[in-house]
C-alpha cells in the first residue's frame, strides 16, 4: 500500500522548491531533496528548523524545542552515501531514527540553494559589491539556461563580480569579514599582488562551501571561497590570483538567517493560505542555535 505525505510537510516541501528548485541542484553527485519522512503524524508540530548539519547537537536542540518541530531543512544532506542498513550504534543513523520516532522529517536543499538566484552565491556576492560594480555573471550556468541568452535568470554554481574601478585587497578582506562575522580568515596572496600595493582587485569569482572544482579554471584576482585544497591554491597563486578562504559552512550559515528565515516564511505563508485549511497550521521558521562549524582557531 503506498502512503502519501501528509498535507504538511507536501505543502513545507513546495515552499522550499518555489525558492530553491530541486532541478538546478548538481544531481550527478549530491543528495537533494526530503532524505527522512516521519511516519509519525503530529498536528502540533508546527516549527521548522533551519541548519546547515545536521550535527547530534541540532537534533537533541530540535527534540527539545516547543512548539514542536515537524522538519529540519538541512543544508547538506546527513544522507550522502548509500545506507546499507540503519543501526544505533552508528551516530548519524541513530540521529535519523530518533528523529523519525519523534515525528521529525529531513530535507536538503544543497546545492540547488547555491545555484538559485538570491541562493547562497548570491549572498556571498552582495556581500562583495558596492556603486562601482559593473557586472555579476554566473561561472557554471545551470543547464537549463546556458546558452538560451536569457541572463535575467541567473541559476548556476559560482558568481564572478567585476568593478569598473578597482579595490585593495584589504578593503575587500574586510567587507568579506563583515558580512560573515568573522575575526579572522586566511588569505594566500598571489606574488603580483605582494610586489603591487593598493587597488589592483578588479574581478572576484565567487564560490560558497568548497570551490576546486567551480574555481579551479576561472581567471580572476581573487577567488573567494570556504576552502580549497593545499595543490588548489598554489594552482591558483601561481597563475596570478590570491585566495580568500573563510572555513566551508562559515560562508554558508549566514544565509540562514540574513536571508533563507524570512523567505521561506513568506512562501509558506502563501503557500498554506491558500490551502484554506484550518487543519493545518503555519510552521515557524526558526534557525539552530546549535548549528556550528566544527573548525575553531585557538
Not at 210 to 217: A, F, P, W
Request: aromatic share 6%; net charge negative.
Amino acid at each position: 500500500m503506498t502512503m502519501k505525505s501528509s498535507s504538511w510537510l507536501a505543502t513545507l516541501i513546495r515552499s522550499i522548491e518555489r525558492l530553491y528548485p530541486r532541478s538546478l541542484s548538481d544531481s550527478s553527485w549530491d543528495n537533494t531533496g526530503l532524505l527522512l519522512e516521519s511516519p509519525v503524524k503530529n498536528p502540533d508540530r508546527k516549527r521548522v528548523l533551519l541548519a546547515v548539519d545536521l550535527t547530534t547537537a541540532v537534533a537533541e536542540e530540535a527534540l527539545a524545542m516547543y512548539p514542536p518541530v515537524g522538519a529540519i531543512i538541512s543544508y547538506h544532506p546527513i544522507i550522502f552515501n548509500p545506507i546499507k542498513s540503519l543501526t544505533l550504534s552508528d551516530p548519524q543513523q541513530r540521529t535519523l531514527l530518533r528523529l523519525a520516532a519523534s515525528g521529525i522529517s529531513v530535507y536538503s536543499p544543497h546545492t540547488a540553494m547555491d545555484a538559485a538566484v538570491g541562493g547562497i552565491n548570491d549572498w556571498l556576492a552582495d556581500g562583495v559589491w558596492d556603486s562601482r560594480c559593473v557586472e555579476r555573471t554566473v561561472i557554471r550556468p545551470s543547464k537549463c539556461t546556458e546558452g538560451d541568452g536569457n541572463f535575467a535568470n541567473m541559476t548556476g554554481m559560482g558568481r564572478m563580480v567585476r568593478w569598473n574601478e578597482p579595490i585593495s585587497i584589504s578593503t575587500l578582506v574586510e567587507r568579506i569579514k563583515r558580512h560573515l562575522e568573522l575575526n579572522q580568515i586566511q588569505l594566500a596572496l598571489s606574488e603580483k599582488h605582494r610586489r603591487e600595493k593598493g587597488n589592483c582587485i578588479y574581478k572576484i569569482g565567487i564560490c560558497a562551501g568548497s570551490g576546486g572544482s567551480v574555481l579551479r579554471d576561472v581567471h580572476a584576482d581573487v577567488l573567494f571561497t570556504g576552502e580549497l585544497s593545499h595543490h588548489d591554491i598554489l594552482h591558483a597563486t601561481e597563475k596570478g590570483s590570491s585566495v580568500i578562504l573563510c572555513g566551508h559552512s562559515n560562508t554558508e550559515r549566514g544565509f540562514l538567517s540574513c536571508v533563507m528565515k524570512k523567505k521561506l516564511q513568506d512562501v509558506l505563508y502563501d503557500e498554506f493560505s491558500a490551502m484554506q485549511d484550518d487543519q493545518l497550521l503555519l510552521p515557524e521558521v526558526v534557525v539552530s542555535q546549535a548549528d556550528k562549524d566544527p573548525l575553531e582557531v585557538v
